[in-house]
Every structure is written in structure tokens, then in C-alpha cells.
């Protein structure tokens, strides 16, 4: 059992806050290229009854994934909720043995045996201590020590999330007794996320100690299942997948549920990823302007997401507009040029092997602060991605897919223009 995470001061739960933020935004990528990389059709080499099984645990890696955002938008209002800022940044994957506990080993790798049980193991719940009873996560907060040389902490104590979770609720219990709940929770609940923006039961406004633990708790058994298992945890549904995944195995022992993806699969070197890393480059030419594409629409489709985080200027109708253009982009974006990908050649070096989606975050994914400013950068972004679409000469399915796409950016360009106009 790892050492339980102590949180004595407003800049420690600030800080592990944003790395629970940062955590759960790279799992969902995880997930997510999992997902873009199962087969879809019997013409992949696989029967009808194979199929079934595929598309089932296909269909629940994506739900995992929408629950995977859920999390960390629930991390976000509980910074904003605290004086912190949300945090849709992270580190570009696969992430630096030093960014997070060894335990948490996140890499972009297609749907497989050995994937599955990472997803498992990330996933898994934490056991109760021995002899732990009330008082502890959910009882009184247990009074911590003054260490001077923890001021501001960077430590990183926990081993999984269940143990991060309680720990952060542990130092909200705790904290709320030190400053009072109206000296703790000072941020206003306006500036944070609300399920009325999106179809996520359980996206509510953190505003004391209550909703505080509501949300912490909605992650923590959504997760990992809590202490004990959980057959409707990410844990617990995880497991039922490896459980059919080794039963079509042993009927038919060269089933391959996925296309022959690269792992870590990049157009070019991310600039916070070594040489030494365990990265992939695109060779081919068509592959690399779609993996660049693609890039550039997950970092619009983020820096949208942060300024609904961000807003203060905006109507009602601006922020719901703001979300359906979000959800629009993960649906007719973001889905079918990372399924597109999957299919494309990764180049002459990786013979047999297609690439993939990257998710590439560049320097200046941060979103202007400012409402005007940040709609002017995303109706100009809208429109170069889509013309960018145009230029790309191509044929067959991708040209359909690109074409979707394309029509889709140039729509949300001109919602953002009309209603910048009626302002």
C-alpha cells in the first residue's frame, strides 16, 4: 500500500488538482486511440460472431473515454471552486517516467492484450488498510502535522488514482476546517462547467465541502470502483472486456480484434517528448497531412473546451453554442479523422503497420482570456483547417471523410461569425 497523500495548505491540493486534471485528460487519449484502432467490418479479417464482441467493447471504450472528460472537467471546477485555474494542458504522450508516479504508464497503443491490462491496472481499486475504519476519506479530516518543508509540494505520494482521489478529499475535509468553507471554496461557481452545457449526468458546480465531495466521489466510483471491486467501474468493465477478449482467443487463437497500428505514432517530434522516447514517425506523406490535421483539430476542439472553463463575457447562449460546438467536434471531427488514421500506410520503415492519432499539443494551445479575441482565434482556425482540408488531394474513403470534415469546420466558422455579428 502506498503512503497516503498529504495535503496541508491551499498550494499542495492546487497543485495535485491539476495533476488529477492532467491524468485523467491523457487517459482518455489513451482510450480513445484504443478505441480508433479496433476493426469495424468483417473485410478486416474477422468473423460476424468476432465482430459482435468488437463492436461491444468498442461501443464501451468510447463511453469510458466521454467518462474519462466528465472526470476531468469535475477536476477543473473543483480548481476553479478552490482560487485555482482549469487545466486542459498535459504532457504529450507517451508521457516522461518522471510526469507522473511509475505506476501511471500512458502511451498511445492500439487495442491488445497487453493495453487492456495497462487499462486494467490504471483502473484497479484501492484496498481498504488494514484495520481502516471511520475516520479516514470519509469520516473526520485527521488533523496533519506542520511541515515547514512542504510548503509548496511537489511530492508525489499516491500509486493509484483511488489513492490520489482520497487524499484530495482527505485535504479538502481538512482544509475547510483551517480556512472555513467560505475561505476555501472562493471561486465563483458562474465561471465553472455545467452539465446543462453537456450530456454528462453529474457535471455540477463544486460550491463547499459537499458538492466538493460529491464530485470527488462521482470520480472515484465512476473510476477505479472505490475500495473493492466494481463490475460498472472503468475497473469492473475493463476486466468483463479481457474476460470475453481470452475466451474468443482461445476458440480461435489468431483473432486480432485491431488494425496493425503503430504505437506513439507522430507526423513529428513533439517538443517536450526525447529522441529516446519510445515514439513513432509517419513516413508517409498523405498520413503525415492527416495526422497534422488532425493535431490541429484536437487543439481547437480543446481551447474551445477552455474557454467554456474561461468564460465570464459570454451569454447563455454563447456558452450552450460554445458546447454544441464542442460535442459537434469529437462526433464529426475528431472521430472520423482518428478512425481515418488507423487505416492510412505509417510509411516504407513500418512495413504492414498504419498510423494513428497522435494527439499533438503544441506551445500556444492556451485559449485567449478574452471573449472577443478567443472567438476571433477560433472562427480564424475553423477556416484555415477547413481550406487545409480542401488542399489535401485524395480519393476513395478518406476523401469522403475529409470532405465531411471540411464542410463540418467551415459550419462551426460561420455559427461563430453570425453570432459574433448579432452581438
Known sequence: MDAPVRIENRAQL?????????????????????????????????SEEQLGFVRRWRRTILQISIEEMLHMCLACNLLTAVGGAPHLRRPNLPVSPKAY???????????????????????????????????????SPIPLPPKLSDIFSSAREYQSQGRLYHGIEDGLQYLSQKYGEDRLFLGPPRAQIAGSYFTLPGLDPVTDLTT???????????GEGGRGFSKDSHHGR???IQEEYEQVLREDPTFEPARPVMWNPYSMLPNDVGIDSEVNLI??????DISNLFDGCYEILIQALGRLFAHGEESEDQLAQLSDITEGLMVDVIGPL????????????????????????????????HRDAAR??????????SA????????????????HVRRSLSRYADQLSNSSKAD
Open 283 to 288: 513516413e508517409d506523406p498523405l498520413s503525415i
Open 14 to 46: 492546487i497543485y495535485l488538482l491539476t495533476e488529477a486534471a492532467e491524468l485523467e485528460h491523457g487517459i482518455m487519449c489513451c482510450y480513445l486511440f484504443a478505441a480508433f484502432s479496433m476493426k469495424r467490418g468483417v473485410d478486416e479479417g474477422i
Open 388 to 403: 487545409y482540408c480542401g488542399f489535401l488531394e485524395t480519393q476513395g474513403a478518406i476523401a469522403t471523410v475529409l470532405t
Open 101 to 139: 508516479p511509475p505506476s501511471f504508464k500512458l502511451e498511445l497503443a492500439p487495442f491488445c492484450r497487453q493495453s487492456l491490462e495497462n487499462f486494467i491496472f490504471i483502473e484497479r481499486p484501492e484496498d481498504p488498510e488494514p484495520g481502516a475504519g471511520e475516520g479516514t476519506s470519509l469520516g
Open 338 to 369: 482518428g478512425d481515418a488514421l488507423t487505416q492510412l500506410p505509417a510509411g516504407p520503415s513500418h512495413s504492414g503497420l498504419t498510423a494513428g492519432p497522435s494527439f499533438r499539443f503544441s506551445r500556444d494551445v492556451n485559449t485567449p482570456p
Open 212 to 222: 466538493a465531495e460529491a464530485a470527488l466521489q462521482g470520480i472515484i466510483v465512476q
Open 376 to 385: 476571433a482565434l477560433l472562427i480564424e482556425r475553423f477556416k484555415e483547417l
Open 238 to 240: 475493463f476486466l468483463a
